[in-house]
Nanobody, 126 residues
Framework: QVQLVEAGGGAVQSGGSLRLSCVAS????????MAWFRQTPGKEREGVAA???????SYADSVTGRFTIYKVKTKNTLYLQMNDLEPEDTAMYYC????????????????????WGQGTQVTVSS
């Protein structure tokens, strides 16, 4: 089974930037979707950004204009560029993938994804 490994988390000050990466150990499929989710203790996992197999994207309202999701197919790698970070962005960030991309209105729902990474922590201080 394909494994997802995230990297790039860390501690930054408010207004700073980070770039997360997620490397897939193999091909997920031509109709796959990939996404980033985040979670803080005691809260449900929240969809942050997703990208479809032809490159369409979807973002949570809270990150629109600050975060950019993209992938490099030749490297089997998904990225999340995060700019203008806020303390509210502090969370464990998870990469996820599904071999069969659902309708775009479901791209930010955790239950649509069957492959998950272990997560990378992002901490933003004020």
């Amino acid at each position: 089974q394909v494994q997802l490994v995230e990297a790039g988390g860390g501690a930054v000050q408010s207004g700073g930037s980070l770039r997360l990466s997620c490397v897939a150990s193999g091909s997920i499929g031509d109709n796959s979707c990939m996404a980033w989710f985040r979670q803080t203790p005691g809260k449900e996992r929240e969809g942050v950004a997703a990208i479809g197999f032809v490159g369409g994207t979807s973002y949570a309202d809270s990150v629109t204009g600050r975060f950019t999701i993209y992938k490099v197919k030749t490297k089997n790698t998904l990225y999340l560029q995060m700019n203008d970070l806020e303390p509210e962005d502090t969370a464990m960030y998870y990469c996820a993938a599904t071999a069969q991309c659902p309708w775009s209105d479901r791209w930010l729902l955790p239950k649509e994804y069957h492959l998950w990474g272990q997560g990378t922590q992002v901490t933003v201080s004020s």
